[in-house]
């Protein structure tokens, strides 16, 4: 069975410059999580897509958006870029009900912000 | 609210030695806790997980843990280390203070060092 995949794997971008990271989850999935691993800041929760629509978000700036396709694979948009968006972005899926049921992660895409 | 404290940033241990990675969690509601692994440049993998059911839970590599809610731990042990189980470990907690969330609260991880 295939496991998340993301793409791409690195990016390099230059402030205010857009990014798009997309996330394709495991089959059967119906929810994706996005998290956001800066160095210093841990794993921080990013958004929730499930069924295609944004069920939560965490506390982060509308600049940080994305949306679910009826496939269920996941774009995660970054706008206006800063230097502290350097970090790495994983995508998790799960089934739904993902209290009990756990995240399943991607390998991440690395951002790094010049 | 929910919340994940690990004790120890870092943890160095021999090979064949014990591994013990602590985390305490706060949460007002019965709780779902988990184990995930993340080795050097990669995602995270789920090493086990705790859903109420019986409270020593076994994992992947030889890993288990045990629910203490008199102590609101759950330690994640193996009896002996290997040279591939260095790596970074965090506990988390699915965050349903409010309903499902969604959210994974994680822990600030342990980087676990194994010495030859």
């Known amino acids: 069975e295939a496991g998340v995949t993301q793409s791409p794997t690195h990016l390099i971008k230059t402030r205010g410059q857009q990014v798009t990271l997309r996330c394709s989850p495991i089959?059967?999935?119906?929810?994706v999580y996005w998290y956001q691993q800066a160095l210093g800041l841990g794993l921080q929760f990013l958004l929730w897509?499930?069924?295609?629509?944004?069920?939560n978000r965490g506390n982060f700036p509308p600049r940080f958006s994305g949306r679910q396709f009826p496939n269920y694979s996941s774009e995660l948009n970054v706008n206006a870029l800063e230097l502290e968006d350097s970090a790495l972005y994983l995508c998790?899926?799960?089934?739904?009900?993902?209290?009990?049921?756990?995240?399943?992660f991607g390998p991440g895409t690395r951002l790094t912000v010049l | 609210a929910q919340s994940v404290t690990q004790l120890g940033s870092h943890v160095s241990v021999s090979e064949g030695a014990l591994v013990l990675l602590r985390c305490n969690y706060s949460s007002s509601v019965p709780p779902y806790l988990f184990w995930y692994v993340q080795y050097p440049n990669q995602g995270l993998q789920l090493l086990l997980k705790?859903?109420?059911?019986?409270?020593l839970v076994k994992g992947i590599n030889g890993f288990e843990a045990e629910f203490k809610k008199s102590e609101t731990s759950f330690h994640l042990t193996k009896p002996s280390a290997h040279m591939s189980d260095a790596a970074e470990y965090f506990c988390a907690v699915s965050d349903l203070g409010s309903g499902n969330t969604g959210k994974l609260i994680f822990g600030q991880g342990t980087t676990l060092q194994v010495k030859p």
């Open positions: 897509y499930d069924e295609g629509e944004e069920r």
């Open positions: 705790y859903t109420s059911a019986a409270t």
């Open positions: 998790a899926s799960s089934l739904r009900l993902a209290g009990a049921d756990e995240q399943f």
């Open positions: 089959s059967g999935h119906t929810s």
